[in-house]
């Protein structure tokens, strides 16, 4: 059985370059691949690199879904479905909010855990009885998560490959995430299970995508111990909760940590509060940003803007306060209804949705109206504070104290960000893969 599965095309966001789209490969459809490879002759496609090849009639497709690239998954399985090829959609919308999605559609929705779904899916399918939906059990342990197919990368298509995952979800239930939905289940991976992973991809730097590093605080320090011989550096995604671990962050330290990003959202608590994220305030950010900086560990910082509380005031005092922080790189989002969430449901019911084109769902357009300011407004303070906090005066005030940081925060801000587009024309030049090793190697000298 042939089987061919798909990363549709996204949309950039006004900050974003061929940098952005062509990061890492999808881990998803590697783990899928990996389950099915020795039942099937498997094929990936990532429409963001290369157009899709329509001439092809598999036996089954595969799409891969999150909410903004819906409606291109739909166009991509209405052509395959007019060829007689059965369609499967996927992925972490799919889990979410698979009561949204049209019927039509697709001629199946996987949901949940890939590991409990694909091996039926692929049976049902070559005896012609595939089900309209295929819902996964509970995983019993960590042992049953599959590593993705790593060696089906074309390394050259991308700046980072060396992307790893160490959990599935988060525990926590913050109103505007996914993880809100209730479908989700937090579970850490077999240790040696991931100490494989990083064996296979062969390269001393290893990006950790969870969406909460550190869910299990428990877990994350035998893994960390784990890796001490390794000499890695590492980066990760964590919360607010660090901050009461010292020991840990000094741990995470002496096994080469270099950033982690961590999701702020916002310095009001006002705004923190409307969307239930209470495990944030201000007084602690700045108390977890020292002690990170003290360790030479570099802060990503997310924000979300247009939440409950927020003015236009909200953009200058974040920008000031980034500054006198000297957070050094940053991420930025206008909020966004993800149907299947708490954030989408209490939208709905006062009726403050206003745009439903789902391809607008991807952080960077206002489809919510705002209580604080205008949908005017906020437009254009998500615009500005980009624009300012990757100017290159502000760059220059954001300067990280400690020296062996400046490397990696120069080749992000100005490589990355402030001249993004010059640098992808260069990847085009030189591929994706020796740039991203040329960073490597900068960032080495942390």
């Given at each position: 059985?042939?089987?061919?599965?798909?990363?549709?095309?996204?949309?950039?966001?006004?900050?974003?370059?061929?940098?952005?789209?062509?990061?890492?490969?999808?881990?998803?459809?590697?783990?899928?691949?990996?389950?099915?490879?020795?039942?099937?002759?498997?094929?990936i496609e990532n429409e963001n690199i290369r157009a899709i090849d329509f001439d092809d009639v598999p036996d089954l497709?595969?799409?891969?879904?999150?909410?903004?690239?819906?409606?291109?998954?739909?166009?991509?399985?209405?052509?395959?479905?007019?060829?007689?090829?059965?369609?499967?959609?996927?992925?972490?919308?799919?889990?979410?909010?698979?009561?949204?999605?049209?019927?039509?559609?697709?001629?199946?929705?996987?949901?949940?855990?890939?590991?409990?779904?694909?091996?039926?899916?692929?049976?049902?399918?070559?005896?012609?009885?595939?089900?309209?939906?295929?819902?996964?059990?509970?995983?019993?342990?960590?042992?049953?998560?599959?590593?993705?197919?790593?060696?089906?990368?074309?390394?050259?298509?991308?700046?980072?490959?060396?992307?790893?995952?160490?959990?599935?979800?988060?525990?926590?239930?913050?109103?505007?995430?996914?993880?809100?939905?209730?479908?989700?289940?937090?579970?850490?991976?077999?240790?040696?299970?991931?100490?494989?992973d990083i064996k296979k991809l062969g390269t001393k730097h290893i990006m950790f995508i969870d969406d909460n590093f550190?869910?299990?605080?428990?877990?994350?320090?035998?893994?960390?111990?784990?890796?001490?011989?390794?000499?890695?550096?590492?980066?990760?995604?964590?919360?607010?909760?660090?901050?009461?671990?010292?020991?840990?962050?000094?741990?995470?330290?002496?096994?080469?940590?270099?950033?982690?990003?961590?999701?702020?959202?916002?310095?009001?608590?006002?705004?923190?509060?409307?969307?239930?994220?209470?495990?944030?305030?201000?007084?602690?950010?700045?108390?977890?940003?020292?002690?990170?900086?003290?360790?030479?560990?570099?802060?990503?910082?997310?924000?979300?803007?247009?939440?409950?509380?927020?003015?236009?005031?909200?953009?200058?005092?974040?920008?000031?306060?980034?500054?006198?922080?000297?957070?050094?790189?940053?991420?930025?989002?206008?909020?966004?209804?993800?149907?299947?969430?708490?954030?989408?449901?209490?939208?709905?019911?006062?009726?403050?949705?206003?745009?439903?084109?789902?391809?607008?769902?991807?952080?960077?357009?206002?489809?919510?109206?705002?209580?604080?300011?205008?949908?005017?407004?906020?437009?254009?303070?998500?615009?500005?504070?980009?624009?300012?906090?990757?100017?290159?005066?502000?760059?220059?005030?954001?300067?990280?104290?400690?020296?062996?940081?400046?490397?990696?925060?120069?080749?992000?801000?100005?490589?990355?960000?402030?001249?993004?587009?010059?640098?992808?024309?260069?990847?085009?030049?030189?591929?994706?893969?020796?740039?991203?090793?040329?960073?490597?190697?900068?960032?080495?000298?942390?």
């Amino acid at each position: 059985m042939k089987v061919k599965l798909i990363q549709p095309r996204m949309l950039k966001r006004p900050m974003d370059t061929d940098l952005k789209i062509r990061m890492s490969p999808h881990l998803g459809l590697l783990t899928v691949a990996n389950i099915i490879r020795y039942e099937c002759e498997v094929t990936i496609e990532n429409e963001n690199i290369r157009a899709i090849d329509f001439d092809d009639v598999p036996d089954l497709v595969g799409i891969a879904v999150t909410v903004d690239i819906l409606p291109r998954a739909i166009e991509i399985a209405s052509i395959y479905k007019e060829k007689g090829v059965k369609v499967i959609a996927g992925g972490i919308h799919i889990t979410t909010a698979s009561n949204t999605i049209p019927k039509e559609a697709f001629d199946s929705l996987c949901i949940g855990f890939a590991e409990n779904t694909w091996p039926q899916i692929i049976e049902d399918a070559k005896h012609g009885r595939l089900q309209s939906q295929y819902v996964s059990a509970p995983l019993e342990s960590g042992d049953d998560i599959a590593s993705p197919a790593y060696d089906l990368i074309d390394k050259t298509d991308y700046l980072w490959y060396n992307v790893v995952s160490t959990s599935r979800s988060c525990p926590h239930r913050c109103d505007f995430c996914y993880n809100s939905s209730g479908t989700h289940q937090y579970i850490n991976r077999n240790i040696e299970d991931v100490l494989e992973d990083i064996k296979k991809l062969g390269t001393k730097h290893i990006m950790f995508i969870d969406d909460n590093f550190i869910g299990n605080i428990s877990w994350t320090k035998q893994f960390l111990e784990r890796i001490k011989p390794l000499k890695l550096n590492w980066n990760a995604a964590v919360t607010m909760k660090i901050g009461q671990h010292p020991e840990l962050m000094d741990l995470m330290k002496e096994t080469g940590c270099q950033s982690l990003f961590i999701g702020f959202e916002s310095i009001s608590s006002q705004s923190l509060s409307s969307v239930h994220k209470m495990q944030n305030n201000r007084e602690e950010f700045e108390r977890l940003i020292n002690e990170l900086h003290k360790r030479g560990i570099m802060v990503n910082a997310s924000f979300v803007f247009g939440l409950d509380g927020d003015t236009p005031e909200t953009f200058k005092n974040t920008l000031n306060w980034i500054i006198s922080q000297k957070i050094d790189t940053i991420t930025s989002h206008i909020v966004t209804p993800y149907p299947g969430t708490e954030f989408y449901k209490r939208m709905e019911e006062q009726n403050r949705i206003f745009d439903y084109d789902l391809s607008k769902y991807n952080t960077s357009h206002v489809v919510v109206s705002p209580l604080g300011m205008s949908k005017e407004e906020l437009e254009k303070g998500y615009l500005w504070i980009y624009k300012e906090l990757y100017s290159i005066k502000n760059i220059f005030r954001r300067m990280p104290k400690t020296m062996g940081t400046i490397p990696a925060y120069l080749t992000f801000n100005f490589f990355y960000r402030r001249f993004g587009h010059f640098t992808a024309k260069v990847c085009n030049l030189l591929t994706y893969k020796r740039i991203g090793l040329f960073a490597e190697k900068l960032s080495r000298y942390m």
